[in-house]
């Protein structure tokens, strides 16, 4: 029989995490919960969840280092954050730890419910054959997509899931401009999004810091001002 996909909870308010877990069970996953950053990481390593909710504020490990030893031990699990901070640096710092999104309380269960879903089935995606050219060779880079590499100049970037996904998706389509919501959209798989689309800045100025000789003058990713982002293949 096939294991349900498991979602792990790092919450220290019980009663959210009660509201989670029986919404989460409604909808077919599994769970796991912790009530503290430092379990929850060892959960987060040891038990290899398809998606982790995690809030900022934990006794023990807050949830920006939770988030930072998770992506620096490689774990490329989706992270959604829910926090009661509102504060713009909060959000962006879990961003740049590699978070692949965030929500803020209070939040719409049913809107947590399609960020759950669109992140679980973004990687399962990832998981199938690509029928598209397994390779992009665009001069000094190239793209690999079965072994989800990239190399500049024959050197390896490293590169989260995301930023791989969103390279490849703008490289694929050179030249053509996507907003922000687009990609909200096609990259983050948020059918229909609507709302705040900062993540995908900090996921191009990430990106940018890595991929460009010049982050503040940059090549590859182009912003065109007003209506969004675009690769330039040829410079």
């Known amino acids: 029989m096939e294991r349900k996909q498991r979602v792990l909870i790092?919450?220290?308010?019980?009663?959210?995490?009660?509201?989670?877990?029986?919404?989460?069970?409604?909808?077919g996953y599994d769970t796991l919960e912790a009530f503290d950053g430092i379990t929850g990481l060892?959960?987060?390593?040891?038990?290899?969840?398809?998606?982790?909710?995690?809030?900022?504020?934990?006794?023990?490990?807050?949830?920006?280092?939770?988030?930072?030893?998770?992506?620096?031990?490689?774990?490329?699990t989706p992270v959604l954050i829910i926090t009661a901070r509102e504060e713009e640096k909060d959000k962006i710092l879990g961003l740049d730890l590699g978070a692949d999104d965030y929500i803020t309380k209070p939040f719409s269960i049913r809107e947590l419910m399609a960020r759950v879903k669109a992140n679980i089935r973004r990687v399962a995606m990832e998981r199938r054959p690509d029928q598209e050219a397994e390779v992009l060779d665009l001069g000094r880079l190239i793209i690999r997509r079965e072994e989800a590499l990239?190399?500049?100049?024959?050197?390896?970037l490293d590169l989260t899931q995301r930023e791989f996904e969103l390279l490849t998706y703008l490289a694929s389509h050179a030249g053509r401009v996507f907003s922000r919501q687009e990609l909200m959209e096609r990259v983050w798989n948020y059918a229909g999004y609507v709302g705040d689309v900062r993540a995908v800045d900090v996921a191009v100025r990430r990106l940018r810091e890595k991929?460009?000789?010049?982050?503040?003058?940059?090549?590859?990713?182009?912003?065109?001002?007003?209506?969004?982002y675009y690769f330039q293949k040829e410079f």
Do not use: W
């Not at 990239?150 to 390896?156: I, L, P, S, Y």
């Open 42 to 76: 060892r959960l987060a390593l040891e038990e290899s969840p398809d998606l982790i909710l995690l809030d900022l504020m934990l006794p023990g490990m807050n949830g920006f280092e939770v988030c930072r030893l998770l992506r620096d031990k490689g774990r490329n």
């Open 211 to 228: 991929l460009e000789d010049d982050p503040a003058q940059p090549k590859y990713i182009i912003t065109r001002r007003g209506a969004g």
């Open 150 to 156: 990239v190399t500049k100049d024959g050197e390896r």
């Open 10 to 27: 790092v919450e220290d308010e019980k009663n959210i995490v009660d509201i989670l877990r029986f919404n989460l069970h409604k909808e």
